[in-house]
């Protein structure tokens, strides 16, 4: 029996070499569970054409988005884990969603990290007709008219949602929620008046707020944001503890050979490092940011840990 043991294992670890040393023969799928635009979508297609660069193949984006990404991550999850299929996740509804929901579709178990691809703060944008032109006067505008102020969100789960959720826990400010199908539904709404704010990343609301259409009060993050310079930094505007940082990874179907894990994180670091990618990223409002695949496993464990104790502490559910 020890002996038929041994020789499985060492079969196995003989198919994942193979494996790698025959990967990839074949043009891979990056898999984003969001519509086009947007963190996500455009975190996809930066590092498409320099992953592809560096592993010799095609790899082209596939949109699958809906069900608060349920859909890509269901997809993924059943994929052959050969490496050729990968899930674009986004943070929120990677630590997020499974403490929202019991009946999620896909646990974080279901994927193993290839590397960290984006990382980018969140900017909170108003819409002109708000009158506040900082946080402290944002919060007392709310304050002193209750009912009528709602908030968008990429979809329930998304950091959009959650962490509007968390600012108004920290200042008391009573918001209405009205989930979107993506960032681009949700800005036009927004652009409208017909929803007044929007906590989202740069890349969704940059270019309105640098030609007056959407007001930025404040960036979730230390330093403020290169291509917003006069926006201030929410621990400038009085918030210090509020910081929101969205990102985006690569994560392969759990049971990929660990030699093809390695293979696709290497090319995944040498895409991120090109500087065609490094300035196509800031142009976008985000940072290409490298993280292995032990970094981004820590990321998550600690993620998850942490939105567990907000999302009760807010009562927030999908249920």
């Known amino acids: 029996m020890q002996k038929l043991f041994a020789a499985a294992l060492l079969s196995g670890a003989a198919f994942g070499a193979h494996a790698a040393d025959d990967f990839p023969n074949r043009t891979l799928s990056l898999v984003v569970p969001n519509p086009p635009g947007g963190l996500v979508d455009t975190s996809a297609r930066i590092v498409a054409e320099p992953l592809a660069a560096a592993l010799g193949k095609p790899v082209v984006v596939e949109n699958k988005d809906g069900d608060s990404g349920n859909i890509a991550y269901q997809y993924v999850a059943r994929a052959k884990p050969d490496g050729y299929t990968l899930l674009v996740s986004y943070s929120a509804y990677h630590v997020g969603n499974p403490n929202l929901t019991a009946k999620l579709p896909w646990a974080p178990k279901d994927f193993v990290p290839v590397g960290l691809v984006t990382v980018s703060s ?3 944008a108003v819409h ?7 946080i402290t006067e944002f919060v007392a505008e709310v304050k002193n008219s209750p009912g009528r102020f709602n908030y968008a969100s990429q979809g329930v789960g998304s950091l959009s949602h959650l962490g509007t959720e968390v600012f108004k826990q920290q ?5 209405f929620h009205v989930p979107y199908r993506g960032s681009g539904a949700a800005i036009q709404d927004v652009l409208a008046g017909n929803v007044q704010v929007f906590i989202t990343t740069p890349p969704s609301v940059m270019g309105h707020v640098q030609t007056g259409k959407l007001k930025a009060l404040a960036v979730t993050s230390p330093k403020r944001h290169p291509m917003l310079p006069d926006v201030p930094t929410t621990a400038e505007a009085g918030l210090p503890e509020y910081q929101l940082e969205s990102w985006v990874a690569l994560f392969a179907p759990a049971g990929t050979p660990q030699p093809v894990i390695d293979k696709l ?5 040498a895409a991120l490092a ?7 990223a800031q142009a976008a409002g985000i940072e290409a940011r490298f993280e292995g695949p032990e970094a981004l496993n820590q990321r998550v464990s600690t993620e998850l840990a942490y939105w567990q104790r907000t999302v009760a502490a807010a009562g927030i559910t999908a249920d």
């Open 122 to 124: 969140n900017v909170i």
């Open 128 to 134: 002109p007709s708000i009158k506040a032109t900082n």
């Open 265 to 269: 994180a290497a090319s995944v670091e």
């Open 274 to 280: 090109q500087p065609a990618t490094v300035q196509r």
């Open 171 to 175: 200042t008391g400010a009573a918001m």
